[in-house]
Each structure stands twice: as C-alpha cells, then as structure tokens.
C-alpha cells in the first residue's frame, strides 16, 4: 500500500484540517466534502463501500453546485461531521486544467508539451497540483469550460458547474493531491484556450497545397515538414506522389494494407481484440512517419482515409494532436526504398530505346499532365525527386 510521504486532510487534527479548508476555500473558491478513501486489508478503498463509485471523488452532500460554500461555519460542521472525507473545489473561482497520466490511455503531460513545442509558447507558472495520475493547473476564470477529455487529448477541464479535488485529498492509490508550483493564479493563455476549445474550421472545396497556407483559427501542431502548418482540411486530397506511395505500401506491407483495408479483425488484430478508428488512424499515423511524411501529410491522409470508408469527416484538432503527436515522437524515420526491376536489353542496344519499346509513353512533363489529367505541380516535384535521386 502506497501511503504516500505527504498527510492527507484526513490526517490532520480537527483544529488544522478546519482552519486549512477555510484558507483552501477563500484562495480557491467554495468547497464541497466527497467520500474519502480508507484503507482496508492493505489497500485503499472508497469509505462507501461501493465497488462500483468513483472512489474519494462522489459528492457526500447532495445538491452540491448550489450548496458547496466558503462560509466558514458550515465548512467547520462538515469537518466534524465527517473527518475521513476528501474534499473538493467548485470551480467558479478557478479554471483548472487538467493533465492525466493513466497507462494505455493519452497522456496529457505530452499533448501539453507538443502544444507548446508547435506553437513556441510555454504554460505560465500558475498554481500546480499532482494529482493521483498527472498534473493539474489552476487559472483564473474564464475561456473555458467543463469538459471530460472527450477527444482523446488526455487533457480534461473543469470550470463552472465542476469541480476539482482539493489538495490534501488522497487518491484511491494511495497518492496525496499536492501543491507542487504555489504560485499566484494567471489567466489561461489565449493559445491554450484555442487548443482546448477551438474545432477545426470546416472548409469545403478548398483543394490541398503542398504550400504553407494560413487559416483563420487554425492551430499549428509541428514544424516538421515543409509546410510546417498543421490542421484539418475535410476535403483534404492526396497528391499524385502521395497517392502512389499509398499504393507502394499497401503492395509491399501486409500489415499496412490491412490497416488501409480497414479490415484487422482476424489478422494483424489490434491489442485487447479494438477494432475502432482510433486504432487505425494510430496505425497509419506510425506507418506514414516511418515512411517520413509530415504531420500535415499524415492528417491530410487520415482525411482521406475516413473518406473512402465513408466515416464522419475529422472535427477537432486536439483529438490527432495526440494521435500524430506520439507518431512524430516515437517513431525513426526510415522510408521505405522502392526499387525498380531492371529490364536486360541487349548488347549495344541503347538506353534510351527501353522507352520506345513503351507504345506512346509520355517523356514529358506536360504529356503526363495532359494524358492522365494529373496536376502539373505534383508531376514536376515527383519527376524532380526521381531525377536527382531525392528522398521523401
């Protein structure tokens, strides 16, 4: 049983576990008792009994959003009432955001850190608190709103109409919420407000360029890659060396084809038998950085991708922020050499007369363009790269 160094408020003596709640609720705003956490044959358990709760963390009064309070005698009657409780935060008073670092799941701490890495900002020094899986930060009110990390960023909010355990609380494993930075309380940065709230902008008929472009409410996500840009086009299309490369590693790599297929129900199964599109998307992320695609190239092919199994067009940047964001982090980048078979020809037989032996092949540029209504921008980077020996 992990007992952690640090007392929780369940520790304290009644005198100064009152007196630290109400210097708790008149820095941070109104409080609110839950159920604490007890230990039972060597492991911690919620005081409910409940197997089934959200252990240390369900409200122990009823109506709480109307009645968690700063009034010092009600907080000193809960204190007595029930001296095992954890407590927590309404957070009409602070906006805290928060980090989670469960194993298996996104990790908040690295889709913070790529956020600030992309956009070159780095989080103000506000007041931090460790929590029993990660980070949380707490801000002044205002900007953002209660969410529950539905995008899969690892990141979740609480403002008002939720609350936050306060430090001092122990968690189910046994670890104490603890202030780790005891700063005062800054505004959230307009920067993190649009990474956390911000959808995609949706777009329609604007054709793929290889070349930076610049959205209103478009957020960056890496600068690697040409473009550096990073954001989601829902008529996103894959260029001429893009689509060809596709089919190149779908030729060549069973597993990558599946993935492509949509279809790793039976072989190449993902782990714990998930088959939905997070899994996918995870999997083609991965691939494609290995083959040295930028994170707008990876998200544009993703865009695609969805399209052609006819799933919902992407919506929020966070969510793939996460998804490319390990890929970009992970992965060595090792493109796949393709090699071209070689035809013998005779002895003294020209080069050049391989290509003859094609009935109207195009040597052009501009031939291609026009025999295969291919845009020409892409076919002149394409045949560029195959003539001086480039690597994607």
Same mark, same amino acid.
């Given at each position: 049983?992990?007992?952690?160094?640090?007392?929780?408020?369940?520790?304290?003596?009644?005198?100064?576990?009152?007196?630290?709640?109400?210097?708790?609720?008149?820095?941070?705003?109104?409080?609110?008792?839950?159920?604490?956490?007890?230990?039972?044959?060597?492991?911690?358990?919620?005081?409910?009994?409940?197997?089934?709760?959200?252990?240390?963390?369900?409200?122990?009064?009823?109506?709480?959003?109307?009645?968690?309070?700063?009034?010092?005698?009600?907080?000193?009657?809960?204190?007595?009432?029930?001296?095992?409780?954890?407590?927590?935060?309404?957070?009409?008073?602070?906006?805290?955001?928060?980090?989670?670092?469960?194993?298996?799941?996104?990790?908040?701490?690295?889709?913070?850190?790529?956020?600030?890495?992309?956009?070159?900002?780095?989080?103000?020094?506000?007041?931090?608190?460790?929590?029993?899986?990660?980070?949380?930060?707490?801000?002044?009110?205002?900007?953002?709103?209660?969410?529950?990390?539905?995008?899969?960023?690892?990141?979740?909010?609480?403002?008002?109409?939720?609350?936050?355990?306060?430090?001092?609380?122990?968690?189910?494993?046994?670890?104490?919420?603890?202030?780790?930075?005891?700063?005062?309380?800054?505004?959230?940065?307009?920067?993190?407000?649009?990474?956390?709230?911000?959808?995609?902008?949706?777009?329609?008929?604007?054709?793929?360029?290889?070349?930076?472009?610049?959205?209103?409410?478009?957020? *960056?996500?890496?600068?690697?890659?040409?473009?550096?840009? =990073?954001? #989601? +086009?829902? &008529? !996103?299309?894959?260029? /001429?060396?893009?689509?060809?490369?596709?089919?190149?590693?779908?030729?060549?790599?069973?597993?990558?084809?599946?993935?492509?297929?949509?279809?790793?129900?039976?072989?190449?199964?993902?782990?714990?038998?998930?088959?939905?599109?997070?899994?996918?998307?995870?999997?083609?992320?991965?691939?494609?950085?290995?083959?040295?695609?930028?994170?707008?190239?990876?998200?544009?092919?993703?865009?695609?991708?969805?399209?052609?199994?006819?799933?919902?067009?992407?919506?929020?940047?966070?969510?793939?922020?996460?998804?490319?964001?390990?890929?970009?982090?992970?992965?060595?980048?090792?493109?796949?050499?393709?090699?071209?078979?070689?035809?013998?020809?005779?002895?003294?037989?020209?080069?050049?007369?391989?290509?003859?032996?094609?009935?109207?092949? *195009?040597?052009?540029?501009?031939?291609?363009?026009?025999? =295969?209504? #291919? +845009?020409? &921008? !892409?076919?002149?980077? /394409?045949?560029?790269?195959?003539?001086?020996?480039?690597?994607?």
């Amino acid at each position: 049983m992990n007992s952690n160094a640090r007392l929780s408020l369940a520790d304290l003596s009644l005198p100064r576990r009152r007196s630290t709640l109400i210097a708790m609720a008149e820095r941070f705003g109104p409080i609110l008792p839950t159920y604490g956490v007890v230990a039972v044959d060597g492991n911690w358990m919620c005081e409910c009994g409940e197997a089934s709760c959200k252990a240390g963390k369900h409200p122990r009064i009823k109506s709480w959003v109307t009645r968690a309070t700063k009034d010092t005698r009600q907080i000193a009657d809960w204190a007595m009432r029930w001296p095992l409780a954890n407590w927590a935060i309404h957070c009409t008073e602070i906006n805290v955001v928060d980090l989670d670092r469960k194993p298996g799941k996104p990790d908040g701490v690295i889709t913070l850190a790529c956020w600030e890495d992309a956009l070159g900002v780095t989080t103000p020094d506000s007041v931090r608190v460790t929590t029993g899986t990660g980070i949380q930060i707490y801000f002044q009110p205002g900007g953002l709103k209660t969410t529950s990390n539905s995008d899969g960023t690892g990141i979740d909010v609480r403002a008002k109409g939720g609350y936050c355990m306060c430090p001092g609380s122990r968690h189910v494993n046994g670890n104490v919420y603890q202030i780790d930075i005891d700063e005062g309380l800054e505004p959230c940065p307009e920067w993190l407000i649009k990474s956390l709230t911000v959808p995609a902008p949706q777009e329609v008929g604007h054709e793929w360029s290889s070349a930076p472009s610049t959205k209103r409410n478009s957020i *960056p996500y890496s600068k690697i890659g040409e473009g550096g840009a =990073f954001w #989601l +086009d829902p &008529a !996103a299309k894959l260029n /001429a060396w893009e689509v060809l490369r596709i089919e190149q590693l779908c030729q060549r790599k069973p597993k990558f084809a599946a993935t492509w297929a949509m279809d790793r129900r039976n072989q190449f199964q993902f782990r714990g038998g998930r088959n939905s599109s997070s899994e996918y998307e995870s999997a083609i992320a991965f691939y494609l950085r290995r083959d040295g695609w930028s994170a707008q190239q990876i998200m544009d092919a993703i865009t695609v991708w969805r399209r052609e199994h006819d799933l919902p067009a992407p919506k929020y940047h966070s969510r793939y922020r996460a998804t490319i964001g390990k890929a970009v982090s992970l992965v060595t980048v090792n493109p796949m050499v393709v090699k071209e078979p070689k035809r013998a020809w005779k002895d003294e037989e020209p080069e050049a007369g391989l290509l003859d032996d094609l009935p109207g092949a *195009p040597k052009r540029p501009r031939e291609i363009v026009e025999e =295969f209504g #291919l +845009d020409a &921008a !892409a076919v002149r980077t /394409a045949m560029t790269r195959r003539a001086y020996g480039s690597r994607f």
